[in-house]
């Protein structure tokens, strides 16, 4: 690499980090921070790139990676759990769409070939903006993010007959529909060639690389299964991504296939930056200001067609209207596959330079509202409502339950992971009554044929709490980690008005009293509660009597776990900012002979008024347990203290400076 090349590289991942830097802070999606870095960098800015096309080559590896992940989370039996919404709403939505929009632009006087793509374009939403938002919204186990979900995935199978056609648009009709036929026949050998290797080959050489147990050689096994199989359709004519979606979905129902996509992100991430800063280098910003009418149109008009074709095929396959509208507005935006598709048809000269950047503009624009509009579906779908002058009056904003239980003083379980199991087998082997929820389809469907009483719905929602009874249940078991939907379970229980007791399960003790000031009868800490079952092994085997040891446990739960807050921290104590406020540390504080609190009472030193509490005191080799508060300090004395970690600091800067 010659000395200029590598300058334009450090000045490529300088802007790259700060402008994710700064859209992370503004919370924008990453994409549109590297569409920006790439317009940056380009020919339409400070031009410092010279070679783009260098970019371009290194950044479809990305594509490649992309559709390696997309083919490791193809799930035959999430897609039978889910095919009413994934091929009825979705295939709808993707049909209808595309004709629509092909439709729409060949008024607008473009060619047949242009309009399709625009219409595929159109037809697809961004995966990862919405997912990472109804995640964060917590909308992602309500009815409209199942549907809004479902027609992603849909979308997400679109795409590779997508690939497919694009390339073979070029000819003419005649020959496109032999080509067409060529296509689908080398797909099917590429395809038997593939399945064929994945099945009896690569579950081998898998075998043979973990036994290894070298990550660097696993990682590069990956990576080589994934350019060889794009390689292999590459020969055949067909797209490399193609190859590397069939290599995913090869190792999708293989033991090593959360390692694989574990080992796989950070070079996927990467370079799926790099395809987009490409786009954005091939970004004609002059087009978007000649022409932002036009881009607004367009933007307006994805909007319109998209919402109103899922509000009616979700309607029409007997969703109600409210999760169709609400599922329209979160799908409305062009995804990150339509930029792929974009770059595909510039390169088949399909698309003019001016409109593969006034698509850009578009999707770029409508990403960036996105996170905007799913924060206020809400409000826009009840103003659309008040507009046309139609209501549901029964409509309730959460799951409707498809069971009903007949069970009472029965248990109710709150999650079907591995925790709730363990509880479910033991009650079973009790003969005590239960039920459990869980919102994991295909985990749901195994539990039931395998004669488990678990149910399909969020423990958040009250129609599911009714069906299950909880106003006749003895108890009630929170089994997931996650604060705020524990929060809400808690307070739909009570305002159910069930007398059950509600135990809580979560991993650390971060949240404890903030759940039991929220009607939390009991809350267990697995790290603690953990430490306590070592513990009672540790004492027992030193012969402490078990009586004194069960004691002396139960002791400590009755008192929230009080001698087991705190922990004195290392150089290997990772503590995130957002956990700082969360934690207690113990701190041990030598005090020299011109400190402050030479001569002062703890009483005198405040403690109280700074929240932190004196834990212990070491003098002249002797240990005081929870010292007095008229105890006087005297130097070279030890104190120990316990609080959150800027209290402890401005604490002991205290007992030094005063």
Same mark, same amino acid.
């Given at each position: 690499?010659?000395?200029?090349?590598?300058?334009?590289?450090i000045?490529?991942?300088?802007?790259?980090?700060?402008?994710? !830097?700064?859209?992370?802070?503004?919370?924008?999606?990453?994409?549109l921070?590297?569409?920006?870095?790439?317009?940056?960098?380009?020919?339409q800015?400070?031009?410092?790139?010279?070679?783009?096309?260098?970019?371009?080559l290194?950044?479809?590896?990305?594509?490649?990676?992309?559709?390696?992940?997309?083919?490791?989370?193809?799930?035959?039996p999430?897609?039978?759990?889910?095919?009413?919404?994934?091929?009825?709403?979705?295939?709808?939505?993707?049909?209808?769409?595309?004709?629509l929009?092909?439709?729409?632009?060949?008024?607008?006087?473009?060619?047949?070939?242009?309009?399709?793509?625009?219409? +595929?374009?159109?037809?697809?939403?961004?995966?990862?903006?919405?997912? @990472?938002?109804?995640?964060?919204?917590?909308?992602?186990?309500?009815?409209?993010?199942?549907?809004?979900?479902?027609?992603?995935?849909?979308?997400?199978?679109a795409?590779v007959?997508?690939?497919?056609?694009? &390339?073979?648009?070029?000819g003419t009709?005649?020959?496109?529909?032999?080509?067409?036929f060529?296509?689908?026949?080398?797909?099917?050998?590429?395809?038997?060639?593939?399945?064929?290797?994945?099945? !009896?080959?690569?579950?081998?050489?898998?075998n043979e690389?973990?036994?290894v147990?070298?990550?660097?050689?696993?990682?590069?096994t990956?990576?080589?299964?994934?350019?060889?199989?794009?390689?292999? #359709?590459?020969?055949?004519?067909?797209?490399?991504a193609?190859g590397?979606?069939?290599?995913?979905?090869?190792?999708?129902?293989? $033991?090593?296939?959360?390692q694989?996509?574990?080992?796989?992100? &950070?070079?996927?991430?990467?370079?799926?930056?790099?395809?987009?800063i490409?786009?954005?280098?091939?970004?004609?910003?002059?087009?978007?200001?000649r022409? !932002?009418?036009?881009?607004?149109a367009?933007?307006a008009?994805?909007?319109?067609?998209?919402?109103?074709?899922?509000?009616?095929?979700?309607?029409?396959?007997?969703?109600?209207?409210?999760?169709? !509208?609400?599922?329209?507005?979160?799908?409305?935006q062009?995804?990150?596959?339509?930029?792929?598709?974009?770059?595909?048809?510039?390169?088949?000269?399909?698309f003019?330079?001016?409109?593969?950047?006034?698509?850009?503009?578009?999707?770029?624009?409508?990403?960036?509202?996105?996170?905007?509009?799913?924060?206020?579906?809400?409000?826009?779908?009840?103003?659309?409502?008040?507009?046309i002058?139609k209501?549901?009056?029964?409509y309730?904003?959460?799951?409707?339950?498809?069971?009903?239980s007949?069970?009472?003083?029965?248990?109710?379980? +709150?999650?079907?992971?591995?925790?709730?199991?363990?509880?479910?087998?033991?009650?079973?082997?009790?003969?005590?009554p239960?039920?459990?929820?869980?919102?994991?389809?295909?985990?749901?469907?195994e539990?039931?044929?395998?004669?488990e009483?678990?149910?399909?719905?969020?423990?958040?929602?009250?129609?599911?709490?009714?069906?299950?009874?909880?106003? @006749?249940a003895?108890?009630?078991?929170?089994t997931?980690?996650?604060?705020?939907?524990?929060?809400?379970?808690?307070?739909?229980?009570?305002e159910?008005g069930?007398?059950a007791?509600?135990?809580?399960? #979560?991993? #650390?003790?971060?949240?404890?009293?903030?759940?039991?000031?929220?009607?939390?009868d $009991?809350?267990?800490?697995?790290?603690?509660?953990?430490?306590?079952?070592?513990?009672?092994?540790?004492?027992?085997?030193?012969?402490?009597?078990?009586?004194?040891?069960?004691?002396?446990?139960?002791?400590?739960?009755?008192?929230?776990?009080?001698?087991?807050?705190?922990?004195y921290?290392?150089d290997?104590?990772?503590?995130?900012?957002?956990?700082?406020?969360?934690?207690?540390?113990?701190h041990?504080?030598?005090i020299?002979?011109?400190?402050?609190?030479?001569? @002062?009472?703890?009483?005198?030193?405040?403690?109280?008024?700074?929240?932190?509490?004196?834990?212990?005191?070491r003098r002249?080799?002797?240990?005081?347990?929870? &010292?007095?508060?008229?105890?006087?300090?005297?130097?070279?004395?030890?104190?120990?203290? @316990?609080?959150?970690?800027?209290?402890?600091?401005?604490?002991?800067?205290?007992?030094?400076?005063?």
């Amino acid at each position: 690499m010659s000395h200029g090349h590598f300058l334009e590289l450090i000045f490529l991942l300088a802007t790259s980090v700060f402008i994710v !830097w700064f859209f992370k802070r503004i919370k924008l999606p990453p994409i549109l921070a590297y569409l920006v870095a790439g317009i940056v960098a380009g020919p339409q800015a400070l031009e410092f790139i010279t070679s783009p096309e260098q970019v371009t080559l290194v950044a479809e590896l990305g594509i490649m990676f992309l559709l390696f992940s997309l083919g490791l989370e193809f799930s035959i039996p999430k897609l039978v759990a889910m095919r009413h919404l994934v091929f009825g709403v979705g295939s709808v939505q993707v049909i209808l769409t595309l004709l629509l929009v092909m439709v729409a632009s060949l008024l607008m006087g473009l060619d047949s070939s242009a309009s399709f793509v625009i219409g +595929c374009v159109f037809a697809l939403s961004s995966t990862a903006v919405v997912v @990472k938002t109804l995640n964060e919204a917590g909308f992602t186990q309500t009815k409209k993010g199942q549907v809004a979900i479902s027609i992603l995935l849909f979308q997400d199978i679109a795409v590779v007959p997508f690939l497919i056609a694009i &390339p073979l648009l070029t000819g003419t009709g005649s020959e496109m529909m032999s080509a067409i036929f060529l296509a689908l026949a080398k797909g099917t050998i590429v395809v038997a060639i593939l399945l064929s290797i994945g099945k !009896w080959v690569l579950p081998r050489v898998f075998n043979e690389v973990a036994q290894v147990r070298t990550d660097e050689l696993f990682v590069l096994t990956a990576i080589l299964v994934t350019v060889m199989a794009g390689t292999l #359709t590459s020969i055949f004519g067909l797209s490399m991504a193609l190859g590397a979606f069939l290599a995913g979905m090869m190792l999708s129902e293989s $033991q090593y296939k959360h390692q694989l996509e574990a080992d796989i992100r &950070p070079f996927r991430d990467i370079l799926m930056g790099l395809f987009f800063i490409s786009v954005g280098m091939q970004l004609d910003v002059t087009v978007l200001v000649r022409h !932002w009418q036009w881009i607004l149109a367009g933007l307006a008009t994805l909007l319109v067609i998209k919402t109103i074709v899922i509000k009616q095929a979700s309607v029409i396959l007997g969703e109600s209207r409210k999760d169709g !509208w609400s599922a329209g507005l979160m799908l409305f935006q062009m995804g990150e596959f339509g930029f792929v598709l974009v770059a595909l048809a510039q390169q088949y000269q399909i698309f003019t330079p001016d409109l593969a950047s006034a698509l850009v503009g578009i999707g770029v624009l409508s990403m960036a509202i996105t996170p905007s509009v799913i924060a206020r579906h809400t409000q826009i779908v009840d103003s659309v409502d008040n507009f046309i002058g139609k209501y549901d009056d029964n409509y309730v904003e959460e799951q409707s339950a498809q069971f009903e239980s007949e069970l009472k003083d029965h248990v109710v379980i +709150c999650g079907f992971g591995r925790v709730g199991q363990t509880v479910s087998r033991f009650l079973k082997s009790e003969a005590v009554p239960f039920i459990a929820l869980d919102v994991d389809p295909v985990r749901v469907a195994e539990a039931q044929a395998a004669g488990e009483n678990v149910q399909f719905g969020h423990a958040r929602d009250k129609a599911i709490l009714e069906a299950a009874q909880v106003e @006749k249940a003895r108890l009630v078991v929170i089994t997931f980690g996650d604060i705020a939907r524990t929060q809400t379970v808690i307070k739909n229980v009570k305002e159910l008005g069930s007398k059950a007791r509600i135990m809580v399960r #979560t991993k #650390t003790d971060e949240h404890l009293k903030e759940i039991l000031d929220d009607g939390a009868d $009991q809350v267990v800490p697995e790290a603690l509660e953990g430490s306590l079952m070592l513990v009672s092994q540790v004492l027992f085997e030193s012969g402490v009597p078990m009586s004194r040891v069960l004691r002396r446990i139960r002791k400590e739960r009755e008192n929230r776990y009080g001698h087991l807050h705190g922990f004195y921290p290392g150089d290997t104590t990772e503590v995130t900012a957002d956990r700082r406020d969360l934690l207690e540390f113990i701190h041990a504080i030598a005090i020299p002979s011109d400190a402050y609190a030479v001569g @002062k009472s703890i009483a005198e030193l405040g403690f109280d008024t700074r929240r932190v509490e004196v834990v212990g005191l070491r003098r002249d080799s002797e240990e005081i347990v929870q &010292p007095s508060s008229d105890i006087v300090i005297k130097a070279q004395d030890t104190i120990i203290i @316990k609080g959150k970690p800027r209290r402890v600091e401005r604490a002991e800067r205290a007992l030094m400076t005063g």
